[in-house]
């Protein structure tokens, strides 16, 4: 038997659990603005704006909208109630996909069209429309509207598209510019971003290789042809 001394419990424990413990952080405060908080409200219960069947054609060979005047002066507007204006690697893939996604700028819209329904409609020659910038969103910039668009760089982007009306005075709309925002060039040659075709290191290089070859070829055939007469005489 060991010579262990006895221990007694004879400490006084505590019944509070919550001494114990680390003071938990405090919660993460949001702070918005009196306007978007009532941009907040109203979304939640917003329904979302239904259009009129558009029609999508051609003027002046770029690409146009033709939409409702009710759903342009009514159905857009309405939803403006409670607005306030004012990692690296070493080796390069063979081929980069020509998709990506730019920021595309449109000049000349009304700011109570700033709505991702008629952007997308609009902006359809262009590509898919992701989402709106915030300023965009929340109207708070009259000028411009910002859009986030994935777009194919195989294909070709119009500076402008004509927005008017169906069953209207064809003359009757505007013109709206479009700008593309950091847009990189694609190579069809090599499947590359980054340069176009006249700029390709790879399609020179080849186009060497292969006149060199062609040289050769000419430079064998011209000497068979020579080797040819001599054995004739």
């Known amino acids: 038997q060991h010579n262990f001394p006895k221990i007694f419990n004879n400490f006084t424990r505590t019944n509070n659990a919550k001494q114990d413990k680390a003071s938990e952080p405090a919660p993460y405060t949001v702070v918005q603005s009196f306007a978007a908080r009532l941009r907040y409200n109203q979304s939640k219960t917003e329904i979302p704006i239904v259009l009129n069947d558009l029609i999508h054609t051609t003027?002046?060979?770029?690409?146009?909208?033709?939409?409702d005047e009710h759903d342009y002066y009514v159905k857009l507007a309405e939803?403006?109630?409670?607005?306030?204006v004012g990692k690296f690697i070493n080796t390069m893939p063979k081929m980069e996909l020509p998709i990506v996604l730019i920021w595309v700028v449109v000049l000349g819209l009304p700011w109570?069209?700033?709505?991702?329904?008629?952007?997308?409609?609009?902006?359809?020659?262009v590509g898919k429309v992701l989402y709106l910038d915030s300023p965009t969103s929340q109207r708070t910039r009259g000028s411009t509207t910002r859009v986030k668009v994935q777009v194919d760089l195989t294909n070709k982007s119009?500076?402008?598209?004509?927005?008017?009306?169906?069953?209207?005075?064809?003359?009757?709309?505007?013109w709206l510019k479009v700008q593309y925002e950091g847009i990189p060039d694609y190579c069809m040659y090599c499947k590359h971003q980054g340069h176009m075709d006249y700029d390709c290191t790879i399609k020179r290089r080849d186009e060497d290789v292969n006149?060199?070859?062609?040289m050769e070829s000419e430079k064998k055939t011209s000497q068979k042809e020579i080797n040819d007469?001599?054995?004739?005489?």
């Open 112 to 125: 109570h069209c700033y709505n991702k329904v008629l952007s997308t409609t609009i902006l359809e020659s």
């Open 59 to 67: 003027r002046q060979g770029y690409p146009a909208v033709l939409l």
């Open 211 to 214: 006149r060199r070859k062609e």
């Open 79 to 84: 939803c403006c109630k409670y607005t306030l």
């Open 229 to 233: 007469k001599v054995e004739m005489k």
């Open 158 to 174: 119009p500076e402008h598209v004509w927005l008017g009306f169906k069953n209207s005075d064809p003359n009757k709309g505007r």
